[in-house]
């Protein structure tokens, strides 16, 4: 009886990691699940026009780029749970004997990032939507925005996870560290919004494509190198 080929079995133990990350994520362990960064998100439509005011002209032109920060904010609540804990107790070390690489780990937690706060965080945009005064078509393209950008800040914020993990005060400079990077995603996606920024979302997507092909292969090292 002939043994299983690696690429099944890398395929499985792949797909084991996933759920466990995205159980982890979406209870929470310790810390919460996935509704902080979605009640986050919600709260921040919801006190944004008793900031400015009731002035629909002024939320409807304001309420695409509130949306986009707040999806920011939101994806940068869990990161203390992406790497930090794993690291502390040896998991990556066993992983490693066990032949996954860091770089493939870091893959599988992006992907898990991404679906514990993208896909809730693009249904909440709905109700935020009709807080903010958003029409319909405007609604359309901040969605599309958060499909293709979304992805973008997961990788961010793995990568960033991964390089503070094992730092004092890590989480704190995880989110200093998130917010810059971020940056463009947020001016393209936002700009899209804008009269004559159609390009805005082919640019969102362009950046979050090459963060999505960075990310594992920093992530990966940081790890090492925090391993070491």
Known sequence: MSAPSPAPTLARRLAALLRRDLALLLLGGRRGGAMLPLLFFVAVAMLFPFAVGPDAQV???????????AALLAAILPLDRLVEPDLELGLFD????????EEWIMAVRVIAHWLSFGPPLMLAALPASALLGIGAETLRTVELGLLVGTPGLAAIGVMVAALTAGLRGGAA??????IPLAVPLLVFGAGSLAPGG???IALTAAVSLVLLAIAPFAGGAAVRAARA
């Open 94 to 101: 066993q992983w490693a004997l066990r032949g996954l690489a």
């Open 59 to 69: 939320l409807a032109r304001t309420g695409g780029g509130v949306i986009w920060v």
């Open 173 to 178: 400079l995880a989110g200093l560290l998130v």
């Open 198 to 200: 159609e390009t805005g």
